[in-house]
């Protein structure tokens, strides 16, 4: 199974919105909706920002939504503020019956 | 409150074996699914596979099949991975993450990391 494709690094400034992709095939991202995003800071465990293509858990800001067109799902993010710069990991489910994540982009909030 | 707790960092020689604990608390271990999920340094995370507390049943990623074993040991709620036949590629940080409850939607809690270090 191959890692989902996302681009190396994105970069925006704080008020901006910017939008991470996450492309895969019909055998994971195109045919299900088990797309999950993850936010992970220097040393820290990932942190779980949207599940199933776009629901956000408690505590995570509105600022952050997913959405999914065939075999790409995106995260965006508006409002920047300093702290959302970190790594940012999407995964999905296989039909292998397996998890699959993405290669990680890093956000740098300018 | 919800709480993955790992066990420590490890030293281990090439071709050694090594198991990592994720001792769980503030829920219904038998509940939700367990995945491990690794991260060499510097890189990105990479799925290992999953189990079912409650069954026992067991899911690996191709890349780990037959190198890894995952356990648990309900009376502690407790899980367990276990890898064998390590060579320097797997030097890395594993993590233990707990499911949501639905199979697949994603892992809100996660342990700290365990850092794995392969070396002659």
């Keep these: 199974q191959s890692a989902l494709t996302q681009p190396a690094s994105v970069s925006g400034s704080p008020g901006q919105s910017i939008t991470i992709s996450c492309t895969g095939t019909s055998s994971d991202v195109g045919g299900y909706n088990y797309v999950s995003w993850y936010q992970q800071h220097p040393g820290k465990a990932p942190k779980l920002m949207i599940y199933e293509v776009s629901n956000r858990p408690s505590g995570v800001p509105d600022r952050f939504s997913g959405s999914k067109s065939g075999n790409t799902a995106s995260l965006t993010i508006s409002g920047l503020q300093a702290e959302d710069e970190a790594d940012y990991y999407c995964s999905s489910y296989t039909s292998s019956s397996t998890q699959v994540f993405g290669g990680g982009t890093k956000l740098t909030v300018l | ?120």
């Excluded at chain 2, 960092?9 to 198991?19: F, I, L, Q, T, Y």
């Design chain 2, 1 to 120: 409150q919800v709480q993955l707790v790992q066990s420590g960092a490890e030293v281990k020689k090439p071709g050694a074996s090594v198991k990592v604990s994720c001792k769980a608390s503030g829920y219904t271990f038998t509940s939700y699914d367990i995945n491990w999920v690794r991260q060499a340094t510097g890189q990105g995370l990479e799925w290992m596979g999953w189990m079912n507390p409650n069954s026992g049943n067991t899911g690996y990623a191709q890349k780990f099949q037959g190198r890894v074993t995952m356990t648990r040991n309900t009376s502690i709620s407790t899980a367990y991975m276990e890898l064998s036949s390590l060579r320097s590629e797997d030097t890395a940080v594993y993590y233990c993450a707990r499911g949501m409850g639905i199979p697949w939607s994603g892992y809100p809690y996660w342990g700290q990391g365990t850092l794995v270090t392969v070396s002659s």
